[in-house]
Structures are given as C-alpha cells and as structure tokens.
C-alpha cells in the first residue's frame, strides 16, 4: 500500500530508554504523519511533516520528537519510554492533492 | 480544538442485516473520509465526500455527508463477515491549516454468520 514500511514491527522495551520508531516509503510524498491508536480512542495525531525538516506537532505530543532529514523517511522518537506509550503506531502518508491517507502496517510497542 | 464523535462503539449485527455509523464534528468540515481497519490490520481508506449533502455508493456502502458539513454516516446494506472490521470517519476542519485530519473513535462492526 503506497510503498509504506515501518519499521521495526514489534518492539518491547523497559521505562527510561529511548526508542525510535522509522517510516519509510518510496513514492515521494510530501505529507507524513505519525499516529498512536488506543482502544477507545481510535487513531490520534502525534506529529507531522509537510517537508523534510518541515514539522509540526499533533495532538498528543507530548513526550515524542519527529525528524525528516529526507523525504522518504520520517523518524518517531520517544525520548524516554513510558508505560502510557504503550501503543500501535502507525505512520501515513498524504496522496497528492486529495487528503486522503494511506498507511503504513504500524508498529507495536510495549513499555515495561 | 475540534472533535469528532462516532456513535455507535460497537455493534453486533446478523449476516444480512443492515449497519449504520454515524460520524458528528464540533466544526464544520472541508471534507469527511471514511476508513476501514480490519481486525489485526491498518487503516484503508475508502471514500472523500466534499460537498454539502453529497452521497456516494460502492456496492453495499452509501456514505453520505450532511447538508451543514458536520456530520456523516456510513450504511452498510445485507452485512457480509467481509465486512467485520473498524470503521472510522476522519475529518478536516475548515479553519485548519495544513493537512491534518481529526479521526472519530471508530465503529467496531462484527458479523454473525
């Protein structure tokens, strides 16, 4: 689907420790997000980007970092893991004019 | 900041019978899409509705967007087990900037057989 990975696609971690999270896709879109998908709460926007080094924060920041040093790659940081970042994360693009998105086969992460 | 609201959160249908989710912004939208989430799997999008009281059908779904641009549903007719799955509305407000899009919770449909 829109040539998106992510990578890697299941991680367990301890509190405390970084963690970086990668997208990676191939058809050069301009447009990546990164969300965070919870029971109950459906998907919520954590960062984006509109270009590379071009980013903006979503809803549910707070506690995540993003870079883009290339356009077909957007990194997804948590600084210092916590147990309410235990998550699905997925990663999307934005497909040409239309705001329609396309994702990525998202990454499960548990902190322990 | 803007929200959106799906009702139901869950619902349990026979084969056969009929589906309706509906979707409600606290502000009014540019667009609404719509997305399904197979159980294990991401996110795939399935229709943009843009204008004001605009229906589109595909097969089984009629989604429809309501005339204020605030609200939409999504009805599925004679449900199928392929239809299992969540079903999410997403939305663009009008005075955003950019290309975000606010999703609703989503509605889990599960199918009888």
């Known amino acids: 689907d829109a040539g998106i990975t992510q990578s890697p696609r299941h991680k367990v971690t301890e509190t405390g420790t970084p963690v970086t999270l990668r997208c990676h896709q191939t058809?050069?879109?301009?447009?990546m997000y990164w969300y965070r998908q919870d029971p109950g709460h459906g998907l919520r926007l954590i960062h984006y980007?509109?270009?590379?080094?071009?980013?903006d924060k979503g809803e549910v920041s707070d506690g995540y970092s993003v870079s883009r040093s290339k356009t077909e790659d957007f990194l997804l940081t948590l600084e210092s893991a916590t147990s309410s970042q235990t998550s699905v994360y997925f990663c999307?693009?934005?497909?040409?004019?239309?705001?329609?998105?396309?994702f990525g086969p998202g990454t499960r992460l548990t902190v322990t | 900041g803007q929200q959106v609201m799906q009702i139901p959160q869950y619902q349990h249908v026979q084969e056969g019978e009929d589906f309706t989710t509906y979707c409600n912004s606290s502000?009014?939208?540019?667009?609404i899409q719509w997305y399904k989430q197979r159980p294990g799997g991401h996110p795939v999008f399935l229709i943009q509705l843009v204008k004001s009281g605009e229906v589109k059908k595909q097969k089984r779904l009629t989604f429809q967007f309501g005339e204020a641009k605030k609200n939409s549903s999504l009805h599925i007719t004679a449900t199928q087990t392929t239809d299992v799955g969540t079903y999410f509305c997403a939305g663009k407000a009008r005075e955003t900037s950019g290309s975000r899009l606010t999703f609703g919770e989503g509605t889990q449909l599960t199918v009888n057989p």
């Open positions: 502000t009014t939208l540019s667009n």
């Open positions: 980007s509109y270009g590379v080094k071009d980013t």
């Open positions: 999307a693009i934005r497909a040409g004019s239309s705001y329609e998105q396309y």
């Open positions: 058809e050069n879109h301009r447009y």
